[in-house]
C-alpha cells in the first residue's frame, strides 16, 4: 500500500506541466485533513509549491534546477479545470 505522498506525487506527475493540483480534486485519495496535511508538508520539502490557497503547482526540473512552471501554462490548466474562458 502507498502512503498519501506518494499517490499525490504520482497525480500530479501524470499532469501536464504547469496544470494546478486542486485540494478538492485530491479528495478520493483520503479524507480532507489528511490531504490538506500531506500538501503542506510537500511544499515543505520543495517537493509542490503552492501557487494560492488550496492551490499546487509541482515544480519543473531542470538541469540549472527546479522552478515555477511558466505563468501561462497554469492560468490555462486552471481555466481548463474549472471550465472557464480566457
Known amino acids: 500500500m502507498q502512503t498519501l505522498a506518494k499517490q499525490v506525487l504520482e497525480h500530479a506527475a ?50 540549472f534546477g527546479s522552478r515555477a512552471p511558466s505563468a501561462s501554462k497554469m492560468v490555462e490548466g486552471l481555466a481548463h479545470q474549472r471550465g472557464e474562458t480566457i
Open 14 to 63: 501524470g499532469l501536464p506541466e504547469g496544470t494546478p493540483l486542486v485540494t478538492k480534486e485530491l479528495l478520493h485519495l483520503g479524507n480532507r485533513a489528511a490531504v490538506d496535511q500531506v500538501l503542506s508538508r510537500l511544499v515543505q520539502r520543495g517537493t509542490l509549491l503552492r501557487a494560492g490557497r488550496g492551490i499546487y503547482v509541482l515544480p519543473v526540473e531542470s538541469r
